[in-house]
Protein backbone atom coordinates (compact mmCIF):
# COMPACT_ATOMS: atom_id res chain seq x y z
CA UNK A 1 0.00 0.00 0.00
CA UNK A 2 0.81 3.55 -0.74
CA UNK A 3 2.66 5.73 1.98
CA UNK A 4 0.94 9.16 3.07
CA UNK A 5 1.84 11.91 4.82
CA UNK A 6 0.92 13.88 7.76
CA UNK A 7 0.74 17.39 9.09
CA UNK A 8 3.05 17.75 12.76
CA UNK A 9 1.09 19.91 15.34
CA UNK A 10 4.39 20.85 17.49
CA UNK A 11 3.64 21.94 21.36
CA UNK A 12 6.78 24.24 22.08
CA UNK A 13 5.11 25.05 25.32
CA UNK A 14 1.90 24.01 26.55
CA UNK A 15 2.02 27.24 28.94
CA UNK A 16 -0.20 30.09 28.37
CA UNK A 17 -0.14 34.13 28.80
CA UNK A 18 -3.96 34.24 27.70
CA UNK A 19 -6.94 32.32 29.01
CA UNK A 20 -8.84 33.17 25.96
CA UNK A 21 -12.68 31.98 26.40
CA UNK A 22 -13.23 28.77 23.75
CA UNK A 23 -9.98 27.21 24.61
CA UNK A 24 -10.07 23.91 27.04
CA UNK A 25 -6.60 25.20 29.01
CA UNK A 26 -7.96 24.03 32.01
CA UNK A 27 -7.59 20.37 30.97
CA UNK A 28 -3.72 20.92 30.74
CA UNK A 29 -2.28 19.04 33.86
CA UNK A 30 1.01 19.34 33.66
CA UNK A 31 1.85 22.67 31.54
CA UNK A 32 5.57 23.03 30.61
CA UNK A 33 8.60 24.62 28.20
CA UNK A 34 9.46 21.68 25.45
CA UNK A 35 13.26 21.43 26.49
CA UNK A 36 15.74 22.40 23.71
CA UNK A 37 16.91 18.36 23.71
CA UNK A 38 13.52 17.28 22.61
CA UNK A 39 12.86 19.65 20.55
CA UNK A 40 16.05 19.05 18.74
CA UNK A 41 14.82 15.48 18.85
CA UNK A 42 11.70 16.53 17.13
CA UNK A 43 13.13 18.30 14.43
CA UNK A 44 15.64 15.76 13.67
CA UNK A 45 12.34 13.24 13.20
CA UNK A 46 10.42 15.61 10.76
CA UNK A 47 11.74 13.96 7.88
CA UNK A 48 9.57 15.18 4.56
CA UNK A 49 8.74 11.69 3.69
CA UNK A 50 6.56 11.89 6.80
CA UNK A 51 5.66 15.24 7.51
CA UNK A 52 4.26 17.52 4.49
CA UNK A 53 4.32 20.90 7.41
CA UNK A 54 4.27 21.64 11.11
CA UNK A 55 2.34 23.97 13.01
CA UNK A 56 4.19 25.17 15.80
CA UNK A 57 0.95 24.99 18.27
CA UNK A 58 -0.15 23.17 20.58
CA UNK A 59 -2.35 24.32 23.68
CA UNK A 60 0.08 27.14 24.57
CA UNK A 61 1.53 30.15 23.37
CA UNK A 62 4.76 29.37 21.65
CA UNK A 63 6.48 32.96 22.04
CA UNK A 64 6.23 32.34 26.16
CA UNK A 65 9.02 29.81 25.55
CA UNK A 66 12.10 31.53 27.82
CA UNK A 67 14.59 30.25 25.51
CA UNK A 68 12.64 31.61 22.12
CA UNK A 69 15.63 32.48 20.57
CA UNK A 70 17.46 29.22 20.60
CA UNK A 71 14.02 27.41 19.56
CA UNK A 72 14.41 29.48 16.54
CA UNK A 73 17.73 27.94 15.76
CA UNK A 74 16.64 24.52 16.61
CA UNK A 75 13.43 25.00 14.43
CA UNK A 76 15.92 26.53 11.71
CA UNK A 77 17.68 23.72 10.51
CA UNK A 78 14.11 21.83 10.38
CA UNK A 79 13.78 19.32 6.89
CA UNK A 80 10.07 20.58 6.31
CA UNK A 81 8.14 23.80 6.26
CA UNK A 82 7.53 25.27 9.76
CA UNK A 83 4.55 26.97 10.52
CA UNK A 84 3.89 29.16 13.86
CA UNK A 85 0.57 30.21 15.69
CA UNK A 86 0.61 33.23 18.11
CA UNK A 87 -2.59 35.10 19.66
CA UNK A 88 0.19 38.31 18.83
CA UNK A 89 0.88 39.83 22.28
CA UNK A 90 4.32 38.90 22.32
CA UNK A 91 5.43 39.49 18.72
CA UNK A 92 7.93 42.72 19.20
CA UNK A 93 10.36 43.60 16.84
CA UNK A 94 13.43 41.31 18.55
CA UNK A 95 11.01 38.20 17.82
CA UNK A 96 9.77 39.02 14.48
CA UNK A 97 13.33 39.43 13.81
CA UNK A 98 13.94 35.66 14.74
CA UNK A 99 11.04 34.39 13.17
CA UNK A 100 11.78 35.81 9.51
CA UNK A 101 12.93 33.45 7.42
CA UNK A 102 12.45 30.57 9.85
CA UNK A 103 8.79 30.47 9.58
CA UNK A 104 7.30 29.63 6.93
CA UNK A 105 3.67 31.24 7.74
CA UNK A 106 3.01 33.26 10.94
CA UNK A 107 -0.23 32.76 11.78
CA UNK A 108 -1.63 35.38 14.42
CA UNK A 109 -5.26 34.15 16.05
CA UNK A 110 -7.56 37.33 16.57
CA UNK A 111 -11.22 37.58 17.45
CA UNK A 112 -12.43 41.21 16.36
CA UNK A 113 -11.82 44.71 16.28
CA UNK A 114 -14.17 45.61 18.43
CA UNK A 115 -12.47 46.41 21.72
CA UNK A 116 -15.37 44.65 24.24
CA UNK A 117 -15.59 41.21 21.88
CA UNK A 118 -12.03 40.93 21.65
CA UNK A 119 -11.31 41.70 25.22
CA UNK A 120 -14.53 38.80 26.04
CA UNK A 121 -12.74 36.22 24.03
CA UNK A 122 -9.15 36.94 24.19
CA UNK A 123 -9.16 37.01 28.10
CA UNK A 124 -5.77 38.29 29.32
CA UNK A 125 -4.25 40.03 26.00
CA UNK A 126 -4.25 43.65 24.99
CA UNK A 127 -5.72 44.10 21.88
CA UNK A 128 -3.85 47.33 21.30
CA UNK A 129 -0.66 45.74 21.51
CA UNK A 130 -1.93 42.74 19.67
CA UNK A 131 -3.08 44.93 16.83
CA UNK A 132 0.12 47.27 16.78
CA UNK A 133 2.41 43.58 16.27
CA UNK A 134 0.04 42.90 13.39
CA UNK A 135 0.70 46.24 11.92
CA UNK A 136 5.16 45.77 12.74
CA UNK A 137 4.63 42.00 11.83
CA UNK A 138 3.01 43.69 8.06
CA UNK A 139 6.52 45.84 8.04
CA UNK A 140 8.72 43.69 9.21
CA UNK A 141 8.39 40.25 8.00
CA UNK A 142 10.54 39.58 4.73
CA UNK A 143 10.87 36.07 4.05
CA UNK A 144 7.64 35.07 6.33
CA UNK A 145 4.04 34.95 5.09
CA UNK A 146 1.50 36.82 7.68
CA UNK A 147 -1.87 35.26 8.00
CA UNK A 148 -4.68 35.50 10.46
CA UNK A 149 -6.74 33.09 12.09
CA UNK A 150 -9.83 34.54 12.53
CA UNK A 151 -11.79 33.28 15.57
CA UNK A 152 -15.43 30.81 14.56
CA UNK A 153 -17.43 32.15 17.81
CA UNK A 154 -21.24 33.53 17.30
CA UNK A 155 -20.08 36.78 19.65
CA UNK A 156 -17.26 37.14 16.53
CA UNK A 157 -19.42 37.34 13.38
CA UNK A 158 -21.64 40.27 14.07
CA UNK A 159 -17.83 42.28 13.84
CA UNK A 160 -16.61 40.13 11.00
CA UNK A 161 -16.73 42.56 8.31
CA UNK A 162 -14.92 45.48 10.39
CA UNK A 163 -12.48 43.22 11.49
CA UNK A 164 -11.87 42.09 7.92
CA UNK A 165 -11.71 45.33 6.65
CA UNK A 166 -9.03 46.62 9.18
CA UNK A 167 -6.95 43.78 8.60
CA UNK A 168 -7.08 44.60 4.65
CA UNK A 169 -6.32 47.97 5.23
CA UNK A 170 -2.84 46.94 6.83
CA UNK A 171 -2.39 44.54 3.64
CA UNK A 172 -2.74 41.26 5.13
CA UNK A 173 -4.04 39.52 2.61
CA UNK A 174 -4.38 35.63 3.93
CA UNK A 175 -7.21 35.25 6.12
CA UNK A 176 -8.17 31.90 6.91
CA UNK A 177 -11.07 30.69 9.63
CA UNK A 178 -11.89 27.47 10.70
CA UNK A 179 -15.18 25.78 9.16
CA UNK A 180 -16.02 24.63 13.45
CA UNK A 181 -16.89 26.35 15.86
CA UNK A 182 -15.00 26.71 18.50
CA UNK A 183 -17.49 25.57 20.92
CA UNK A 184 -15.89 23.23 23.39
CA UNK A 185 -18.17 20.39 22.88
CA UNK A 186 -21.48 22.56 22.05
CA UNK A 187 -20.26 24.07 25.49
CA UNK A 188 -20.33 27.97 24.45
CA UNK A 189 -22.31 28.06 21.13
CA UNK A 190 -24.97 26.29 19.72
CA UNK A 191 -23.21 24.28 17.33
CA UNK A 192 -25.82 22.11 15.67
CA UNK A 193 -26.00 23.15 11.69
CA UNK A 194 -23.91 25.77 11.91
CA UNK A 195 -20.45 24.00 9.71
CA UNK A 196 -22.66 24.45 6.50
CA UNK A 197 -23.07 28.25 8.15
CA UNK A 198 -19.46 28.43 8.40
CA UNK A 199 -18.71 27.65 5.41
CA UNK A 200 -20.90 30.60 3.82
CA UNK A 201 -19.44 32.69 5.91
CA UNK A 202 -15.99 31.91 5.00
CA UNK A 203 -16.96 31.83 0.89
CA UNK A 204 -19.09 35.24 1.25
CA UNK A 205 -15.73 37.03 2.93
CA UNK A 206 -13.24 35.09 0.76
CA UNK A 207 -11.53 33.45 3.27
CA UNK A 208 -9.24 30.75 3.40
CA UNK A 209 -10.68 27.63 5.16
CA UNK A 210 -8.05 26.20 7.90
CA UNK A 211 -9.24 22.44 6.83
CA UNK A 212 -7.62 22.72 3.54
CA UNK A 213 -3.78 23.05 5.09
CA UNK A 214 -4.01 19.79 6.72
CA UNK A 215 -4.38 17.90 3.48
CA UNK A 216 -1.39 17.12 1.51
CA UNK A 217 -3.33 15.74 -1.43
CA UNK A 218 -6.20 13.67 -1.92
CA UNK A 219 -4.32 10.70 -2.46
CA UNK A 220 -2.71 10.53 0.67
CA UNK A 221 -5.76 11.61 2.27
CA UNK A 222 -7.62 8.30 0.62
CA UNK A 223 -4.96 6.02 2.00
CA UNK A 224 -4.93 7.84 5.42
CA UNK A 225 -8.36 6.91 5.33
CA UNK A 226 -7.47 2.91 4.08
CA UNK A 227 -4.57 2.58 6.61
CA UNK A 228 -6.69 3.43 9.86
CA UNK A 229 -8.70 1.44 11.78
CA UNK A 230 -10.54 4.32 13.05
CA UNK A 231 -11.84 6.88 10.50
CA UNK A 232 -11.95 10.25 11.91
CA UNK A 233 -10.25 12.48 8.98
CA UNK A 234 -9.61 15.18 11.42
CA UNK A 235 -7.20 13.25 13.69
CA UNK A 236 -5.54 11.32 11.27
CA UNK A 237 -3.89 14.17 9.17
CA UNK A 238 -2.06 15.61 12.14
CA UNK A 239 0.06 14.42 14.33
CA UNK A 240 0.51 15.85 17.96
CA UNK A 241 4.06 16.03 19.13
CA UNK A 242 3.23 17.31 22.98
CA UNK A 243 5.96 19.51 24.84
CA UNK A 244 7.40 16.24 27.14
CA UNK A 245 8.05 14.84 23.94
CA UNK A 246 5.29 12.49 23.34
CA UNK A 247 3.26 11.31 20.71
CA UNK A 248 -0.40 11.86 20.88
CA UNK A 249 -3.31 9.99 20.17
CA UNK A 250 -5.06 13.16 19.05
CA UNK A 251 -4.99 16.46 19.14
CA UNK A 252 -8.07 17.04 21.18
CA UNK A 253 -6.92 15.55 24.05
CA UNK A 254 -5.38 18.38 25.67
CA UNK A 255 -4.39 16.57 28.76
CA UNK A 256 -2.16 14.20 27.14
CA UNK A 257 -3.72 11.06 29.17
CA UNK A 258 -3.11 8.64 25.91
CA UNK A 259 0.24 8.94 24.39
CA UNK A 260 1.45 6.42 21.90
CA UNK A 261 4.97 6.64 22.91
CA UNK A 262 7.78 8.81 23.23
CA UNK A 263 10.15 10.80 20.50
CA UNK A 264 13.25 8.80 21.82
CA UNK A 265 12.08 5.55 21.11
CA UNK A 266 10.21 5.83 18.03
CA UNK A 267 10.23 7.76 14.87
CA UNK A 268 7.12 9.09 13.00
CA UNK A 269 6.32 6.41 10.41
CA UNK A 270 6.67 4.09 13.48
CA UNK A 271 4.12 6.29 15.63
CA UNK A 272 2.14 6.53 12.52
CA UNK A 273 1.66 2.41 11.93
CA UNK A 274 1.09 2.40 15.76
CA UNK A 275 -2.18 4.78 15.76
CA UNK A 276 -3.14 2.88 12.35
CA UNK A 277 -4.07 0.06 14.75
CA UNK A 278 -6.02 2.17 17.36
CA UNK A 279 -9.99 2.17 17.80
CA UNK A 280 -12.08 4.52 18.54
CA UNK A 281 -11.66 6.19 22.44
CA UNK A 282 -15.37 6.76 23.63
CA UNK A 283 -13.71 9.24 26.56
CA UNK A 284 -12.59 11.26 24.09
CA UNK A 285 -14.49 11.09 20.71
CA UNK A 286 -17.95 11.13 22.10
CA UNK A 287 -18.16 14.64 22.77
CA UNK A 288 -16.19 15.79 19.82
CA UNK A 289 -17.57 18.24 17.79
CA UNK A 290 -14.47 17.91 14.83
CA UNK A 291 -15.68 14.72 14.23
CA UNK A 292 -18.92 16.14 12.71
CA UNK A 293 -17.15 17.83 10.06
CA UNK A 294 -16.31 14.61 7.72
CA UNK A 295 -19.99 13.28 8.32
CA UNK A 296 -20.72 12.22 4.77
CA UNK A 297 -22.36 15.61 3.51
CA UNK A 298 -19.69 17.75 5.01
CA UNK A 299 -16.67 15.86 3.64
CA UNK A 300 -18.43 16.08 -0.03
CA UNK A 301 -18.03 19.93 0.96
CA UNK A 302 -14.64 19.65 2.09
CA UNK A 303 -13.24 18.15 -0.99
CA UNK A 304 -15.55 20.31 -3.08
CA UNK A 305 -13.48 23.18 -1.36
CA UNK A 306 -10.17 21.04 -1.72
CA UNK A 307 -10.15 20.97 -5.54
CA UNK A 308 -11.93 24.36 -5.94
CA UNK A 309 -8.72 25.75 -4.08
C1 LIG B 1 -4.70 26.68 21.05
S1 LIG B 1 -3.99 28.00 20.14
C2 LIG B 1 -2.26 27.91 20.48
C3 LIG B 1 -1.49 28.99 19.78
C4 LIG B 1 -1.69 30.40 20.33
N1 LIG B 1 -1.68 30.44 21.73
C5 LIG B 1 -2.94 31.06 19.77
O1 LIG B 1 -3.87 31.31 20.52
O2 LIG B 1 -2.94 31.35 18.58
C6 LIG B 1 -4.00 27.44 18.46
C7 LIG B 1 -5.28 27.79 17.73
O3 LIG B 1 -6.34 27.05 18.29
C8 LIG B 1 -7.47 27.87 18.35
N2 LIG B 1 -8.39 27.38 19.37
C9 LIG B 1 -8.64 27.86 20.60
N3 LIG B 1 -9.62 27.15 21.21
C10 LIG B 1 -10.01 26.21 20.33
C11 LIG B 1 -11.00 25.18 20.36
N4 LIG B 1 -11.80 24.99 21.42
N5 LIG B 1 -11.14 24.38 19.27
C12 LIG B 1 -10.36 24.57 18.17
N6 LIG B 1 -9.40 25.51 18.09
C13 LIG B 1 -9.23 26.32 19.15
C14 LIG B 1 -6.92 29.25 18.67
O4 LIG B 1 -7.81 30.29 18.32
C15 LIG B 1 -5.66 29.27 17.83
O5 LIG B 1 -5.93 29.80 16.55
S1 LIG C 1 -3.74 32.24 23.52
FE1 LIG C 1 -4.03 30.28 22.49
S2 LIG C 1 -3.40 28.70 23.95
FE2 LIG C 1 -3.62 30.63 25.09
S3 LIG C 1 -5.68 30.56 25.92
FE3 LIG C 1 -5.78 31.61 23.93
S4 LIG C 1 -6.23 30.02 22.41
FE4 LIG C 1 -5.54 29.01 24.29
Same mark, same amino acid.
Given at each position: ????????????????????????????? *???????????????????????????????????????????????????????????????????????????????????????????? *????????????????????????????????????????????????????????????????????????????????????????????????????????????????????????????????????????????????????????????????????????????????????????????
Amino acid at each position: MGHYRVAVNLELTSKCNARCIMCPREAVL *HPRAMKLDTLRQAVERLSPGDVFRTVIAGYGEPTTHPQFEACMQIISQAAVPMDMVSNGQLLDRERLRLIDGVVNTLIISFSSIAPQVYAAV *HRNLDQKQVMDNIILARQLLKSTRLAISLTPLSSCIETLPQTINWLREQGVESLTMSPSLYDRAGSLDDASGQESSLRKIIKQYGLRSQELDFVPSLRELYLQWRCNRFKCIPRNTDLVIAADGSYQYCFNDMGHTHPLGHLSEMDIRTVLKVREGTVENPELCSSCSIRNRYRPAEFARAVYGYLRS
